[in-house]
């Protein structure tokens, strides 16, 4: 009867890792529907050190776009189709959990509204700019294996995981430099993110910060365009079931990244805030699905109001790659 609770038990933990393992590749294939930042639960939960995933998302969304009147582009609206093609990889940082991972998206975007009184649409497929990002988790995450990791969560219902990670988004999209819409931002952003994680039973309370800062495009439609860093902060709560599913709600505001054009001011300082639902399950031991919806809603004149739906599928490799990066002094 002890061994039949115990079968019970490690089973049990077996689907809440997967589904650890889901989100963590969804993080990545969801922020891609917001412009200005993004919302991604979870996304200080130590995985098992050697973790490969790979991952592909479709997500549909559309809105409406509130333009500088100086441009005379009025009643804008967009709808896009993206394809998320992801990988991550967990790995041991001189002891603690961390984990890389890069996306790559390929969107189709439509625009439609009036020019100068005019109706007129646009439309662009192709490579968007891809995204690598590394965090470690320097507190109440230590780097272990698949069981080591189920031990060490089961004898700590209640703990707590704290983190540091950057971001990098790289100008690899498609661009044009004579056009304004595009689906490539020709600039790096460097996003340095600090999170913490508190986790009661299958109850999770997410915090991240998150401060973006934008290289120079010198070819914004025959100018430069310069911008300021843009604040951000989310929050989650998060429920894990036992039953191999999970859930969030999710809220964030973003604020700052006013923009300068051949050093004039625009006055279009952002404020924005975000909103969603995600919900996932193991498909099996090694794949997992992911539904999604957020919301985005300025608090500007300026800016953009969206709706995004998205899918994903994870899939975790079955063998692992232990790395291990440590430092060593010789006498």
């Known amino acids: 009867m002890h061994a039949g609770i115990q079968t019970t038990t490690v ?40 973790t490969n995933v790979v991952g592909v998302g479709y997500i549909h969304m559309d809105g409406e776009i509130f333009f500088d009147p100086v441009l005379k582009i009025e009643d804008a609206e967009f709808k896009t189709k993206a394809t998320i093609f992801s990988f991550l990889h967990a790995f041991d940082f001189l002891g603690k959990s961390a ?58 219902p209640i703990s707590t995981v704290a983190g540091a990670a950057v971001a990098i988004t790289l100008p690899l999209g498609d661009y044009e430099t004579d056009k304004l819409l595009n689906l490539g931002h020709n600039r790096f952003a460097i996003r340095p993110q600090l999170g913490v994680v508190h986790t009661r039973g299958p109850w999770s309370y997410e915090l991240t910060g998150s401060l973006f800062f934008y290289t120079d495009n010198n070819d914004f439609v025959g100018t430069t365009r310069e911008q300021d860093p843009l604040l951000t902060v989310q929050s989650h709560l998060i429920y894990n079931s036992p039953r191999g599913w999970w859930t969030s709600i999710s809220a964030a505001y973003a604020e700052g990244g006013e923009s300068r054009i051949d050093g004039v001011r625009k006055d279009d300082r952002r404020r ?35 709706d995004n739906l998205a899918l994903a599928l994870a ?17």
């Open 11 to 50: 089973r049990r933990q077996m689907r809440l890792n997967g589904g650890s393992i889901t989100t963590a590749i969804f993080l990545l294939l969801v922020s891609q529907i917001t412009i200005s930042q993004d919302i991604e639960p979870r996304r200080w939960t130590p995985l098992p050190v050697g």
């Open 272 to 306: 924005e805030l975000l909103f969603g639902i995600s919900t996932g399950v193991a498909v099996n031991r090694h794949s997992s699905l992911t539904l999604a919806y957020v919301g985005s809603r300025t608090r500007e004149d300026l800016g953009s109001d969206t």
């Open 99 to 156: 984990r890389f991972d890069v996306r790559v998206p390929h969107k189709s975007t439509r625009w439609k509204g009036l020019l100068d009184g005019v109706p007129a649409s646009t439309g662009r497929t192709g490579l968007g700019d891809p995204r690598l990002r590394l965090s470690v988790n320097f507190l109440g995450a230590p780097a272990l294996g698949p069981q080591e990791l189920r031990a060490y969560r089961a004898a700590r």
């Open 315 to 331: 899939v975790r490799s079955p063998r692992r790659f232990r790395t291990r990066i440590s430092t060593r002094f010789a006498g």
